[in-house]
């Protein structure tokens, strides 16, 4: 299945992209299958109450990850991609005044948050551990219809339909160099002397201008940045309960008087990539604007090893930003496709895990190395995420999310530069260590998937 860059890279609205900007399209996508009725037989001017059920890790962490608020929102029409916050002010008073909203395109149905977002704390749906089923009521309190729906990870959404179709018939457009296994990317980019960032790009101009990838890979890197500055310059206790204190700006101000002295030592170089990962995911903590990727969770790994590359690495060429995110969405798309980038799938190695191998390959891309190196990187950067569990305490993307952000891009920056002394030959390959990810997740005890109901989750004492 080809994966736009696009589909891996996307603005999204924090803390989380499976629990937060899922439900939020889920939502928008139930109301949209209303106005068509395509596939509910309804006669919509009967509908007079919608519900919400959320199952599974959606239940379990859909408060610290407000999914609550999500689904809300999604009803009122909002999307992480048009999302205001001068709306959610109007939203908040219509609530205030009242204990409901009027549904978007729908203004006599009314939906009360309270009694009509429904946690099922029982066994997850069957077919994923991110479900949610939207039923319709006539006046008389009468099912109507339901529709459901899957969060997958990364801000994809699934029907229940859609979930259950093979990847082969997803493929259309034929692509000039199509690869779904590394094994694929390097033959590929052997056979035909290419980089692995010019058949990505390659790839995606079967589907759009050179001017659209352009301008689109473009606005990914500032609202990137945008996302780091913000993150560098704002403090204070980040929402949820847990009182934890956002770090990155006296971090900041604490490197930067540092700058020049000859008495730093050269580790201080992790403390400022970890530092640019800890902006992101403190914006993405408190509920700001980032860029998925490939989640929300796992927002600061790329951005930070980006901004390493351009601020700390001698003769960096910003040219090369491109080639960057190029190559990190084209590790992305192997990654999804082969296995999960969904904490509650598959821990946490499926989000860190995953950012941190697509920012190796982005890093050993630019740094100059071949595919064979970038290979290396990404899986060095995979294989040293494996087994890592998802036990976010008190269910926010805060603890251990915004360290280990950090500690993400440390070892990507570590495994590219390993990478890059080598010659690509090595023993497990990255498809071997995808599989293992995939399998590992699958035989993970479902309280270690993002329920907050083992690891960290149940071993600290809040305060
Ligand atoms: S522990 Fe990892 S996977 Fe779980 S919510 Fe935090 S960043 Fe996401």
């Given at each position: 299945?080809?994966?736009?860059i696009?589909?891996?890279f ?179 980019a052997?056979?035909?002397n290419i980089s692995i960032s010019k058949m990505k790009k390659d790839?995606e ?5 050179q001017d659209?990838l352009n301008t689109g890979i473009t606005k990914i890197w500032a609202d990137m940045k945008k996302?780091i500055q ?39 170089v992790?403390?400022w990539i970890?530092?640019y990962a ?13 860029v998925?990727a ?7 790994v790329i951005p930070a090893t980006l901004m390493y590359y351009l601020e700390h690495v001698p003769n960096s060429d910003p040219n090369k930003i491109h080639d960057f995110l190029l190559t990190a969405a084209a590790i ?26 697509m920012a190796a390959a982005g890093l050993c891309s630019v740094l100059g190395g071949s595919a064979?190196q970038i290979?290396?990187a990404a ?30 891009a440390?070892?990507a920056v570590s495994a590219a530069s390993l990478a890059l002394r ?42």
């Open positions: 299945m080809f994966l736009s696009f589909d891996i996307k603005v999204g609205i924090g803390p989380s992209s499976s629990h937060t900007n899922g439900p939020m399209i889920a939502a928008s996508m139930f109301l949209q299958s209303l106005k068509t009725a395509s596939d509910l037989s309804l006669d919509t001017r009967s509908i007079s109450r919608i519900t919400c059920t959320l199952h599974g890790s959606l239940a379990f962490t859909g408060k610290g990850h407000s999914t609550d608020k999500a689904i809300l929102y999604g009803m009122a029409g909002l999307t992480p991609e048009n999302f205001d916050p001068d709306r959610i002010v109007k939203i908040k008073n219509e609530l205030s005044q009242n204990d409901y909203i009027s549904v978007n395109g729908f203004s006599s149905v009314r939906f009360c948050p309270e009694s009509d977002i429904i946690f099922d704390y029982g066994p997850a749906l069957k077919q994923h551990a991110n479900g949610m089923i939207f039923r319709v009521f006539d006046a008389d309190g009468n099912l109507c219809g339901s529709k459901t729906f899957f969060s997958i990870g990364g801000g994809f959404v699934k029907s229940e339909l859609e979930l259950g179709i093979t990847k082969e018939a997803l493929n259309s457009k034929e692509i000039p160099y199509p690869f779904s296994t590394a094994e694929e990317m390097i033959q590929l052997s056979a035909n790839n101009l079967v589907f759009i201008t659209e996302s913000d993150g560098l310059h704002t403090d204070g206790i980040l929402p949820g309960g847990l009182k934890l204190r956002r770090r990155a700006k006296a971090l900041y101000k604490s490197l930067n008087s540092e700058k020049g002295l000859n008495s730093t030592a050269p580790h201080v992790n403390d970890a530092l800890m902006a992101v995911n403190e914006e993405n903590a408190a509920g700001g604007k980032i998925t490939p989640t929300n969770g796992a927002a600061g992305g798309g192997i990654l999804k496709s082969n296995a999960s980038i969904s904490g509650a799938e598959v821990g946490c190695q499926g989000e860190v895990g995953s950012a941190a191998a064979a290979e290396n899986e060095i950067a995979l294989e040293h995420h494996l087994g890592m569990t998802c036990d976010p305490i008190k269910g926010l993307v805060q603890a251990p999310c915004i360290e280990r952000n950090g500690l993400g440390i070892k080598g010659d690509g030959i090595h023993l497990v390959s990255l498809d071997a260590c995808i599989k293992t990810m995939f399998e590992t997740g699958k035989d993970m005890m479902v309280k270690y998937k993002e329920t907050s109901q083992g690891g960290l989750a149940v071993n600290v004492i809040e305060c």
